[in-house]
C-alpha cells in the first residue's frame, strides 16, 4: 500500500486515503486519528487517548506516513529571541522556518517557507538569487510547523500564530499553501485560529482575487515595497510586470467582499523606495482601501548592496503616509544579529547541496 503523508490531510482526506486501500473509516474516527496524529504530534497509534478501532489503528500504520522534515542547523539570535531551523526534505530540498517571540509572553508565531527556492527573483532577496528548487507539498509546510512547535513546547512555549512569509511566494503555490493553512487551522490539525494565519503575496493578482471569492478567513498581506511603476520591476521583477492598478482593484476587491484591512508590507531601503514619488504613488493607489502598512528593513547582509533607511528617511517617508489616516508600524528582520536573516541560512545550505535533480 502506498504510504500517504499525514501532515497534508484533513478528515475528509483521510477518509478518501483510507477508502482508496479499501479501509472503511468514519469522519469522526479519521478526526480521531489527527487530532492524535498532527494535534498531539503522535504516531503511536495503539497509545491513542481516544482509540480507534485496533484494525483502523494497524491500516492507520501501514496507511500514514508521520514523517517529519529532518532538521539540519538551528541558530538563535540572542538579540531578537527568534530560532530559525533549516529542514531537508527527503529529495534533499531545504527551506527555512523560523520561530518567533511574541508580546505575549510564551507565545511564538512560526513563519514558514512555501516553496524551496523562489521564481520571483526580487532583487533584494538571497532566496531569490537561488532560483526555484520546488514547491513544498502541504505535508511538507505541516511538519516543519509540527517540528518548530515540538522545539517550542519543549521550552514551555506555545505556537499561537503562522506566517506563509519564508522562502518562497506562496501563491506561486497556491493549492498546497491554502491546504496546509486549512490544516493549520483545523480543531484535528494545528489548532491555530485562521485570523492568526497570514498570507504573504508578492501581488499575483489573479490569485488574490481566487483567494477573494474563495473566502478564505486567513490574513492576506501584500508585500508592495514600490507603488512607482518602473522601479517595482526592477526590485520585484516577476510581480512587477503586473500594473500597479491592477493589484490596487484586486486589494480593493479584497477589502470590499472580506470587509478586512489589507496588510502592506513595504521593505525600506535607503535611498530607494522612501522619497516622495513613492509616498505620492502609495496615497494614490491605496487611498480609498483601509490597509495595515508594515514598514521593514531591508538587511544590510542581503544582496545588491542594498542599505537601511536613516532614521531621517524613515521618519520622513513615515510623517509623509499619515495622510492615509492607517496604521504604519515598523518590523523588524528577524535573525539578522546572526547574519541569518530570511533565506540566507537555507540559501547556503542549497548552494552547497548544488541543482536539484529534474
Ligand atoms: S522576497 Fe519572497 S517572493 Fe521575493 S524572491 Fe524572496 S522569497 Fe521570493
Known sequence: MDRVALHGLLAPDLVEAFAAAGVACSLPEARRLLAWGISQGRCDWDAMARPVR?????????????????????VPDPVDGSLRFVFRFADGAVAEAVSIPLHKAGARSVCLSSQAGCAMGCAFCATGRLGLQRSLTAAEMVGCLVAVR???????????????????????????VIQAANVLSDPCGGRISNKAIS????GLVAQIRRF?????????????????????????????????????EAIAAYHHKSGRRVTVAWVLMGGVNTGEDEVEGLLRLLQDVPVR????DVNDNRPGGFRRATDAERGHFRDRLRALESPVVRRYSVGSSQESACGMLATRHAQARGPMDG
Request: proline share 6%.
Open 54 to 74: 485496533r484494525p483502523l489503528r494497524q491500516a492507520a500504520t501501514a496507511l500514514l506516513d508521520p514523517a517529519l522534515p529532518e532538521e539540519v542547523e538551528r
Open 212 to 248: 477573494t471569492e474563495e473566502g478564505h478567513k486567513f490574513r492576506l498581506v501584500i508585500s508592495l515595497t514600490s507603488a512607482v511603476e518602473q522601479r517595482r520591476r526592477a526590485l520585484l521583477p516577476v510581480a512587477g510586470r503586473i500594473p500597479l492598478q491592477d493589484l490596487a
Open 199 to 202: 498570507i504573504s503575496t508578492v
Open 150 to 176: 515540538s522545539a517550542a513546547e519543549a521550552q514551555g512555549q506555545r505556537v499561537t500564530g503562522v506566517v506563509f512569509m519564508g522562502q518562497g511566494e506562496p501563491f506561486h503555490n497556491y493549492d498546497a
Open 293 to 296: 502598512l508594515n514598514l521593514i
